[in-house]
């Protein structure tokens, strides 16, 4: 699985930004899609997830400012990031749960990481 992430980028206080990630590669069916985060000297973590039916998890911090969705005839996922703040800067990474299909049968894909793309909040 390959995913290609875009939209990252230099922003001020109170400014948006919209994150995308396309899957492309061989698998049967998209899980769960969602975005992390890795800030210099913090742990990855999660920022916000949708699973395949379209719920929705998001961390305290982002929520009421960041929206994902997904795009599942274009297996995309954007995260829209509304009121940005200098605590968001990071560098972003999409996460995508996939299921493969072998000679039949069904099996689970594992997650796979994109790239990371950087974004920055300046004051």
């Known amino acids: 699985v390959q995913l290609q992430a875009s939209g990252g980028g230099l922003v001020q206080v109170g400014g948006s930004l919209r994150l995308s990630c396309a899957a492309s590669?061989?698998?049967?069916?998209?899980?769960?899609m969602g975005w992390y985060r890795q800030a210099p000297g913090k742990q990855r973590e999660l920022v916000a997830a949708?699973?395949?039916?379209?719920?929705?998890n998001y961390a305290d911090s982002v929520k009421g400012r960041f929206t994902i969705s997904r795009d599942n005839a274009k297996n995309t996922v954007h995260l829209q990031m509304n009121s940005l703040k200098p605590e968001d800067t990071a560098v972003y990474y999409c996460?995508?749960?996939?299921?493969?299909?072998?000679?039949?049968?069904?099996?689970?894909?594992?997650?796979?990481w994109g790239q990371g793309t950087q974004v920055t909040v300046s004051s």
């Open positions: 996460n995508v749960g996939t299921t493969v299909q072998t000679r039949g049968v069904m099996s689970w894909g594992g997650y796979s």
């Open positions: 590669g061989n698998f049967f069916s998209i899980s769960d």
């Open positions: 949708i699973t395949s039916g379209g719920s929705t």
